[in-house]
């Protein structure tokens, strides 16, 4: 439990007109980066909201860091990005990054030292323009989105949580912050991003956690949670167009159980009694010229969908925002 | 500690550095000058222009009555008695000089005339006619020119020698006023009666100021959504404290800044004047201010302005625009309002059972009361009791509105009902 960065035991969050989460628990590694993925509505920000101690959970425990949650002085020690981002327009870049360093409690020498290399490196200080000193309304939206991800990280923070960090970036800043967070595990950082956005979760996180309508659908590494749904999944493509004998095949109940016919290339889902061996076997057997057989694992993105949207049907609610 | 620090620093340097800040902070001395300035030089400039000697008198009497009326209204036997104009005539051109005496008037040669005849002489009776009729003021010096000159003609025609005659009647009576209240001799009259008017008025105009700019502050850190990010950093009851207190500290440096000024520009009005080219006031009636009052001052605006800045705080966060937000401040700044209602009546009785209830009612205490204190003695311990009324208040409104700060920073949408509210601050 101490090399856990964060770790909550049942919590459980209830508004007045609904449960926003539900009995959730779930261990985030030190020095992973931990995708919390779901839908609009399913409950990330409010358990965002309640790690950071912005509102306190009716029931469970939070640990972060090794420490309870309320543990006077973490704060200092977490970065936090909202997902809708904002800052005071009429102050200036720099004095604005200096408040919010000040605020985690980074004295203003370092907090300008920081300042300035972060400047830098974002390309919001250059030779002919120094942003630093402008006000912040006079900055377009994405430099506006720079600044407030400097906030985040100038305390060199070691625990990182974004909520929907790419919502709203153009792809240069999304690109960036890409980077950024790589680097951030490789200093040994942990960072938590909430989104719904598969594409991004697959390809950052070590591990993912993934909750709708505020209960845990998922959770685990990547690897493990595709290898887990891994249904057998076989895409197949041919040499020209199927023959009868070769369609006859493909429609045997017993052997497929749901089929995306591309004409040529086929993704098929094998059903309970159905061998992928056997399917091959009996394919070739029916003179088909096969190009391309493979056993594929599901997308993340295709996960999601099943289990959400499984999980969705079963529970009957409305899901509101 | 150090984080409230850093709040109240942003709070206050933000708020200093804005122009606005800098100009009503420049331009309130200025107007403190202006009104200090303004009637002394047009009181001068009045008396430079006093066109009351500026009439024609028609003298039907056939005793000089005319005479005697245009030395006084000249200032006596040393002034210009040419600025008035004196025709004498026989009872019966009374109605031609008249008419040609308003041919004058209209063609602006004269302000207007007077008529004085055998029945001014028995019955004192007298007319006026003239452009400046309906000014009290001309109206009651010409009245006064004439009585006396009427006195000084009859003690003649009993025998007195006319120079004695003349030192006689020459008076001129100065009265001070002082107020007698149900406690006793208390305040010295008109003088503390306006200053204590000033002061209520600017406690209240500072804390309508100062919480106003609460709310805005409230409200662009939940439209903005920065909230979310300070929050992540510092517990909202931090954020709240160091916005009150950081927004009080620059109304307090604008008060400092405002009364200094006053001071100073009271300290060297004779050398201001005299560039004005006006002589230095004799007297200015400026109260003794006791360190009393000055001590009480200080607590009632802090307190006051405490309570009332939380409640706004409060309504700042209830709120996801400003429309909504002027609505939902209705009740606080009507609570203001009440208090600001009742400052005439209590100025003009400060010690009526009205002035002593609006003054202990802790929401119009820190306006109400300053005002009667320098009108008036209160006694310690009504003092007291109504410090501690108001620091209980304040206490209770900070609570409550740190409350619904904490749960309504963070929630957006649609205002919260009463019950809502109410669930707010039980939950938080």
């Known amino acids: ?74 704060l ?108 951030l595990k490789r200093r040994g950082k942990t960072v938590i991003f909430s989104t719904h956005l598969m594409d991004n979760a697959e390809r950052l996180c070590d591990s993912v956690c993934i909750i709708a309508h505020g209960d845990k659908v998922l959770d685990g590494a990547v690897a493990a949670v595709k290898s887990a749904h891994q249904r057998r999944n076989v895409a197949l493509s041919l040499e020209g167009a199927p023959s009868s004998e070769v369609t006859a095949v493909l429609q045997d109940p017993a052997l497929i159980w749901k089929m995306d016919d591309n004409n040529r290339y086929f993704e098929l889902e094998m059903s309970a009694s159905g061998d992928p061996q056997h399917l091959l076997r009996r394919l070739i057997g029916a003179g088909a010229q096969v190009q391309r057989f493979e056993l594929i694992q599901p997308s993340l993105h295709q996960i999601f969908l099943d289990r959400v949207g499984a999980a969705g049907v079963e529970e009957g609610m409305s899901g509101h925002g | ?24 902070t420049i331009f309130g001395p200025v107007f403190f000058g202006v009104i200090m300035v303004l009637p002394a030089y047009l009181s001068m400039r009045g008396m430079r222009d006093a066109k009351v000697s500026d009439i024609r008198i028609i003298d039907a009497t056939g005793v000089g009555l005319g005479d005697r009326v245009a030395t006084r209204l000249n200032g006596g036997p040393m002034g210009d008695a040419a600025a008035t104009q004196v025709v004498v005539v026989a009872p019966n051109e009374v109605a031609a000089a008249e008419s040609l005496a308003t041919k004058d008037v209209m063609a602006k040669l004269r302000r207007g005339y007077l008529v004085l005849d055998s029945l001014t002489l028995q019955q004192q009776k007298a007319s006026y006619a003239g452009r400046n009729a309906s000014s009290l003021n001309e109206m009651e010096s010409i009245q006064s020119a004439l009585r006396s000159a009427l006195l000084g003609q009859r003690l003649e025609r009993e025998g007195l020698d006319p120079r004695r005659v003349e030192a006689l009647t020459r008076l001129k009576v100065q009265m ?20 204590g008017f000033l002061i209520a008025f600017l406690l209240y105009m500072m804390i309508v100021l100062y919480g106003q700019a609460i709310l805005r502050g409230v409200l662009e850190e939940k439209t903005t959504r920065v909230a979310e990010v300070i929050v992540s950093s510092v517990s909202t009851d931090v954020l709240l404290a160091g916005k009150v207190i950081g927004v009080g500290a620059v109304g307090l440096l604008q008060q400092a800044i405002w009364l200094g000024s006053a001071v100073a520009l009271y300290q060297f009005r004779e050398p201001i004047f005299l560039k004005l080219g006006m002589p230095a006031m004799p007297n200015l009636p400026l109260p003794q201010v006791p360190p009393m009052l000055i001590v009480a001052l200080v607590l009632f605006f802090i307190l006051g302005y405490g309570l009332y800045a939380a409640l706004f705080a409060a309504v700042g966060a209830m709120v996801s625009s400003q429309e909504d937000a002027n609505q939902a401040a209705q009740p606080v700044v009507m609570l203001l309002v009440f208090s600001i209602i009742f400052a005439q009546p209590v100025m003009i009785n400060p010690s009526s059972r009205l002035a002593e209830i609006v003054s202990w009612v802790p929401f119009s205490a820190p306006v109400i009361m300053p005002m009667r204190m320098s009108a008036i003695q209160i006694p310690w311990y009504e003092l007291a009791a109504t410090l501690t009324g108001v620091a209980l208040t304040c206490a209770l409104s900070v609570w409550l509105s740190a409350r619904i700060y904490r749960v309504g920073l963070l929630m957006y949408g649609k205002r919260p009902s009463l019950r809502e509210l109410a669930r707010w601050i039980r939950q938080a």
């Open chain 2, 176 to 195: 001070s006023s002082e107020r007698i209240t149900d406690k006793g001799r208390g305040g010295s009259g008109i003088g503390s009666a306006i200053f």
């Open chain 1, 76 to 183: 200092d020690r977490l970065g936090y990005l909202p997902e809708e981002r904002g800052l005071y327009k009429k102050m200036q870049v720099r004095r604005l990054l200096r408040f919010l360093a000040e605020l985690k409690g980074v004295d203003a020498r370092t907090a300008d030292r920081r300042i300035d290399e972060w400047l830098d490196r974002l390309a919001l200080r250059g030779p002919e323009k120094d942003w630093g000193s402008a006000k912040v309304d006079e900055l377009s939206r994405g430099m506006q989105q720079k600044v407030q991800f400097i906030g985040t990280l100038l305390h060199d923070p070691e625990l990182i949580i974004l909520d929907e960090p790419f919502s709203g970036l153009d792809p240069i800043n999304a690109q960036a912050l890409k980077d950024t967070v790589v680097e």
């Open chain 2, 1 to 24: 500690m150090a984080k409230l620090w850093t709040v109240i620093k942003r709070e206050f340097l933000e708020r200093v550095r804005n122009k606005w800040f800098i100009v009503v």
């Open chain 1, 1 to 74: 439990m101490t090399d856990s960065a964060l770790a909550l035991r049942g919590i459980t969050k209830r508004f007045a007109e609904h449960v926003a989460v539900r009995e959730l628990s779930l261990d985030v590694p030190r020095g992973a980066v931990y995708g919390l993925l779901g839908p609009n509505g399913a409950g990330k920000t409010t358990t965002i909201r309640m790690i950071l101690n912005v509102i306190a959970p009716d029931a469970g425990t939070i640990t972060v860091l090794g420490t309870p949650n309320t543990a006077p002085g973490l």
